[in-house]
């Protein structure tokens, strides 16, 4: 089983592209979860959704955007890159209660 | 609103002891779940322990256990005879009845032979 596939796992943009970040799970669960982790600040939820169709902001949506068009894949766009958004990024995954299983992580640095 | 707490940034054991990290929650919703995980230098999420609010009792994982005081809204992780290969970042989270599933900031455990 792969589990959660994040992809890619490391990404370097200039301010003001754009760029996906896919997330995949082969689970069947029915929760999805994107993350973004900054020293000191442990993890932050950017968005989440609780099944095939629907999403829903978390704690710091600005500049991101998801989208959940199929059950095993959501992905993260950023529309135009900002230096702030450099991060690692973690995708998740879980049925509705139990543990929730994660990615390995994107590290993305935009200059 | 939903929210979760640790206090403690960074805390030392001597190996083959025990050790307490703290995390405070708070929320409305009456079903709720709180997990702890743990990420090594390495960088990767490792689940270990879970606690329903409806669970009567504290629950274990081997020498992982949940000191669940739901009137004091805390979910302290108790680990039991400390090991090297423990010195990792913990973190406490929480997922309400809808499904959003937050962090806290995380404590560094270092563990000193």
């Known amino acids: 089983n792969a589990g959660v596939t994040q992809t890619p796992k490391f990404r370097v943009l200039k301010t003001g592209q754009s760029m996906t970040l896919l997330c995949a799970q082969d689970?069947?669960?029915?929760?999805m979860y994107w993350y973004r982790q900054d020293p000191g600040m442990g993890l932050r939820l950017i968005h989440y959704?609780?099944?095939?169709?629907?999403?829903a902001k978390g704690e710091v949506p600005d500049g991101y955007n998801v989208s959940r068009l199929k059950k095993q894949n959501f992905l993260l766009g950023l529309e135009s890159a900002a230096p702030s958004q450099t991060s690692v990024y973690f995708c998740?995954?879980?049925?509705?209660?139990?543990?929730?299983?994660f990615g390995q992580g994107t590290r993305l640095t935009v200059v | 609103a939903q929210k979760i707490t640790q206090t403690q940034p960074g805390m030392f054991v001597q190996e083959k002891e025990a050790v307490t990290l703290d995390c405070t929650y708070d929320?409305?919703?009456?079903?709720?779940?709180l997990f702890w995980y743990k990420q090594p230098s390495s960088g990767e999420m490792i689940f270990l322990i879970y606690?329903?609010?409806?669970?009567?009792q504290n629950a274990t994982e081997g020498r992982y256990s949940l000191n669940f005081q739901k009137a004091r809204k805390s979910a302290n992780l108790v680990i039991s005879a400390s090991q090297l290969g423990d010195s990792a970042m913990y973190f406490c989270a929480m997922r309400e009845g809808g499904g959003k599933l937050i962090f806290g900031q995380g404590t560094e455990l270092s563990v000193k032979p």
């Open positions: 929320t409305s919703d009456p079903s709720y779940g």
């Open positions: 998740a995954s879980s049925y509705s209660s139990l543990e929730a299983f």
């Open positions: 689970m069947n669960h029915e929760y």
């Open positions: 959704s609780v099944g095939e169709g629907t999403t």
């Open positions: 606690q329903g609010s409806y669970d009567q």
